[in-house]
């Protein structure tokens, strides 16, 4: 049972284009949303995050969007860069108080110079 | 000033066999999570610490025990391998308290456990 899904398991964009990475969830009681980034061989790290109270946050070239009626997230990166080919996870939380993280598939970026 | 350590990096080893992966974590965080990454990429929570207190036990077949043996230590012990052992496993930390949900968890860069 995916709770979280990230339907494209992977995506190649144009270095200087948009990267747009899609997520969606079915567990209505998720309330906070965090982007992470993976390189081979190295652990996820952290890099954007979202609560359900808001409806987009953005950090320098990332900025999260929620859609909380559609149960949809997307990540987008302007301007797209070489280094930000990676996989990226999306994850949700269960609720105020929760540790937990429910982690998507990942969705592999490749950005071509 | 490697933030999660996690070791070893490669476990190769018989089906059969005992073995253990260490995690240590000098953020100062309370809070310290195993995850396995199976074939299929998911990576999903097995336990989580809090001061050396099991918090999150996720369902995990009992071949497996973690040990905290103190806040900046959490490491898992595994039983009689099996084939389907084989996967990445990620330790976690992240710190916990008023607001400390909506801290993000730091992972360390796995130990890729192999079954022969």
């Known amino acids: 049972d995916q709770q979280v899904k990230q339907n494209s398991p992977s995506l190649s964009v144009q270095e200087g284009r948009i990267s747009i990475l899609n997520c969606d969830y079915t567990?209505?009681?998720?309330?906070?949303f965090l982007w992470y980034k993976k390189y081979p061989a190295e652990g996820p790290t952290f890099l954007i995050s979202?609560?359900?109270?808001?409806d987009k946050n953005e950090d320098g070239r990332f900025t999260v969007f929620l859609n909380k009626s559609a149960k949809h997230l997307s990540l987008h990166i302007v301007p797209s860069q070489p280094g930000d080919s990676a996989v990226y996870f999306c994850?949700?939380?269960?609720?105020?108080?929760?540790?937990?993280?429910?982690f998507g598939k990942g969705t592999k970026l490749s950005v071509i110079p | 000033d490697t933030a999660v350590s996690q070791t070893p990096k490669y476990l190769v080893t018989q089906m059969g066999n005992d073995k253990s992966i260490k995690c240590e974590q000098n953020?100062?965080?309370?809070?310290m999570y195993w995850y396995k990454q199976d074939s299929k990429k998911f990576l999903k929570i097995m336990f989580s610490?809090?001061?050396?207190?099991?918090?999150i036990n996720e369902t995990v077949p009992n071949r497996f025990s973690p040990k905290s043996p103190d806040k900046a230590h959490l490491n898992l012990h595994i039983n009689s391998l099996e084939l389907g052992d084989s996967a990445v496993y990620f330790c976690?930390?992240?710190?916990?308290?008023?607001?400390?949900?909506?801290?993000?968890?730091?992972f360390g860069d796995g130990t890729r456990l192999s079954i022969l």
């Open positions: 610490y809090n001061n050396k207190e099991l918090i």
């Open positions: 976690a930390s992240s710190p916990m308290g008023r607001g400390a949900p909506n801290q993000p968890q730091h």
């Open positions: 953020l100062g965080h309370d809070t």
């Open positions: 567990n209505s009681m998720f309330d906070y």
């Open positions: 979202i609560s359900s109270i808001k």
């Open positions: 994850a949700a939380r269960r609720g105020a108080g929760s540790y937990q993280l429910t």
